[in-house]
């Protein structure tokens, strides 16, 4: 199946690759990938950074939209405003970040640096989507016995598997 994603005969609907030998077609990503020398890198930083962005912004969007009122709606409302400071602000601040964490011309900067762009907008957007989980589900697995953490779990969390999968892309 990776292989058919990679390599595709010339006559493909890959619109976006490159032609090689023999008339197969290559992913511009493989050759990326491959010519950097450092695929495990990349994928070990992705990795890192969707779990971090993941276990923060679920339980964090979870709670701002069961919050009552309009704080939570508010809270979700700055949180997305932090999401638009230009990343050329936050230069300086990061920078001395990672110098005091010792980090500098290290790999897990970047994990350390990418989560503070994930972590608001995927903050925001589920809470958008726990909104529109009925909350009589959750308090139907309350009267089943269940603790409001095994209700999150048991009831909201398959709920809500598509739009977590959707924002860890």
Same mark, same amino acid.
């Given at each position: 199946?990776?292989?058919?994603?990679?390599?595709?005969?010339?006559?493909?609907?890959?619109?976006?690759?490159?032609?090689?030998?023999?008339?197969?077609?290559?992913?511009?990503?493989?050759?990326?990938?491959?010519?950097?020398?450092?695929?495990?890198?990349?994928?070990?930083?992705?990795?890192?950074?969707?779990?971090?962005?993941?276990?923060?912004?679920?339980?964090?969007?979870?709670?701002?939209?069961?919050?009552?009122?309009?704080?939570? !709606?508010?809270?979700? +409302?700055?949180?997305?405003? *932090?999401?638009?400071?230009?990343?050329?602000?936050?230069? =300086? #601040? @990061? %920078?001395?970040?990672?110098?005091?964490?010792?980090?500098?011309?290290?790999?897990?900067?970047?994990?350390?640096?990418?989560?503070?762009?994930?972590?608001?907008?995927?903050?925001?957007?589920?809470?958008?989507?726990?909104?529109?989980?009925?909350?009589?589900? !959750?308090?139907?697995? +309350?009267?089943?016995?269940? *603790?409001?953490?095994?209700?999150?779990?048991?009831?909201? =969390? #398959? @709920? %809500?598997?598509?739009?977590?999968?959707?924002?860890?892309?």
């Amino acid at each position: 199946m990776v292989g058919n994603c990679l390599f595709q005969r010339a006559s493909g609907l890959v619109q976006n690759a490159l032609l090689v030998g023999g008339g197969r077609r290559v992913n511009p990503l493989l050759i990326v990938l491959l010519e950097s020398g450092h695929p495990l890198d990349t994928a070990l930083i992705g990795a890192c950074v969707v779990a971090i962005t993941l276990a923060v912004a679920v339980p964090a969007g979870y709670s701002l939209a069961r919050t009552p009122g309009r704080s939570g !709606e508010n809270l979700g +409302i700055g949180i997305f405003l *932090t999401y638009l400071v230009p990343p050329t602000l936050l230069f =300086l #601040p @990061l %920078s001395r970040l990672v110098s005091d964490f010792g980090l500098q011309d290290s790999l897990w900067a970047l994990v350390v640096v990418y989560p503070t762009f994930t972590i608001p907008f995927c903050t925001w957007l589920l809470m958008g989507f726990f909104k529109s989980v009925p909350r009589e589900i !959750e308090e139907a697995a +309350i009267v089943d016995g269940c *603790t409001v953490v095994g209700a999150f779990v048991k009831t909201v =969390l #398959p @709920l %809500s598997l598509p739009a977590i999968l959707t924002r860890s892309r």
